[in-house]
């Protein structure tokens, strides 16, 4: 009888014998299952940047922008801007749908002028609600509170950017700016928001929206003092804005007075929404990619069957002396079956560890480098899936092979050519 260190012995034997041949196999093998995890990595990489970068606005995040309607009820024959309004946004704090919600009044053809340097940002009008709906990370001092916006206060938080222009290597907390000459006074900074080469973000300056109403409303006919720019709102139900939009646009609709079934009258993004319809593309293209990798993966197990029914036919006369001699049929099954599921697991763990290996390269030296994409990582769901599939096909490779080799007759064996 047999142990397994002799079968084992026996079967490295025959892999170097055939070196080329068991180096082809294993080369086809290793390369699909690490392409395979590759392709899944890169579509991974691309997902969670895309989440990445929705997750620097907020978190459940839905802006909704001022929008147009019929200027006569019921009819669509001419159309009419509608704002929004700070009422319109104390009105949706009481909705149960919602969590959480953020006004802005934004301009951008105001100047800013420090005693080092001068620009022109984007000044943005907002509540102490802000910072918590949407991601603003401080780095220096505070953002708005209560006091300045029921006291219309003339503070300002700078954005990065902003920031390093207006106060070049200085000081600026405590410090003061002009908005088209109105002084202001510094309580603080963001810390960088930039995404690639978009840094638009560090280019803003916060300040009270009850003193953009004072000193900045938006200008044009039949515009309410109160007007603003944005209303940006996070529902009640974390990751499902479906009940929060519809109570939002009840509401609206009511406040404005047009039918709530007008979809074209609501100008919003829904990152919610953005962030499954991209995880469902990603999903597809996943399941894509592991069909893909599976028929590789097959196509490689029945090179191996070929392969190894060439090595049963190269070795009858072999087989045949060993049977003479008073091997059993499980001993011929045995180095037969592991040597195929040999050849399937260890080439499938190289491809995998030459793939990790070449992922994780990539991670450090491009992680952040490339806004809305990640460098592909190694997903322990295809590598399972993977490994898997290689041992099933190990196994296939392996079985039919030895079950022939196993029931040779010895004698036939021996007489064969």
């Not at 919003?268 to 469902?280: F, L, P, S």
């Not at 293209?285 to 893909?292: A, E």
Request: include cysteine; glycine fraction near 10%; charge should be neutral.
């Amino acid at each position: 009888m047999q142990n397994f260190t002799d079968t084992l012995s026996q079967v490295f034997r025959a892999i170097a014998a055939n070196k080329l041949r068991s180096f082809l196999t294993m080369f086809g093998i290793a390369w699909g299952v690490g392409s395979l995890l590759v392709l899944v990595g890169l579509g991974e990489g691309f997902r969670s940047g895309q989440h990445r970068n929705m997750a620097t606005l907020g978190d459940d995040l839905v802006m909704m922008w001022n929008g147009t309607i019929p200027a006569v009820a019921n009819q669509h024959t001419g159309m009419r801007p509608y704002q929004l309004t700070l009422r319109d946004a104390d009105a949706l704090r009481n909705l149960p749908e919602l969590r959480g919600l953020t006004v802005e009044l934004q301009r951008t053809d105001l100047y800013e002028v420090s005693q080092w340097s001068n620009t022109s940002s984007r000044v943005m009008g907002v509540d102490t609600t802000y910072p918590v709906v949407r991601n603003i990370p401080l780095s220096q001092g505070r953002f708005m509170n209560s006091d300045d916006l029921a006291d219309r206060r003339r503070v300002a938080v700078l954005g990065y950017k902003t920031m390093h222009l207006l106060f070049p290597g200085h000081p600026f907390l405590g410090e003061a700016i002009t908005i088209n000459g109105t002084e202001f006074r510094i309580v603080g900074t963001v810390a960088s928001l930039a995404r690639g080469n978009n840094d638009s973000d560090d280019q803003k300056i916060y300040i009270p929206v009850t003193t953009m109403h004072e000193l900045f409303p938006v200008k044009g006919e039949n515009i309410p003092q109160d007007a603003l720019t944005s209303i940006q709102y996070q529902p009640a139900t974390h990751g499902d804005s479906t009940a929060a939009v519809a109570a939002v646009h009840r509401a609206i609709a009511a406040r404005h007075g047009f039918d709530v079934n007008m979809s074209d009258a609501f100008e919003e993004w829904d990152t919610i929404r953005t962030g499954k319809m991209v995880g469902a593309i990603f999903t597809a293209m996943d399941v894509f990619l592991g069909g893909v990798g599976i028929v590789t993966l097959s196509l490689g197990a029945v090179g191996i069957v070929n392969i190894m029914l060439v090595s049963v036919t190269e070795r009858t006369r072999e087989i045949g002396l060993r049977k003479a001699l008073g091997a059993t049929q499980m001993s011929i099954l045995s180095q037969f079956f592991w040597e195929g599921l040999l050849l399937t697991g260890v080439s499938g763990a190289i491809g995998i560890a030459v793939s990790a290996a070449f992922m994780g390269t990539l991670q450090a030296f491009f992680t952040g480098a490339i806004p809305g994409f990640d460098p592909p990582r190694l997903v322990p769901w295809s590598a399972a899936l993977a490994m898997g599939s290689l041992v099933l096909c190990g196994v296939v490779a392996g079985l039919y092979p030895a079950s022939k080799a196993a029931a040779m007759d010895p004698i036939e064996a021996l007489r064969r050519e």
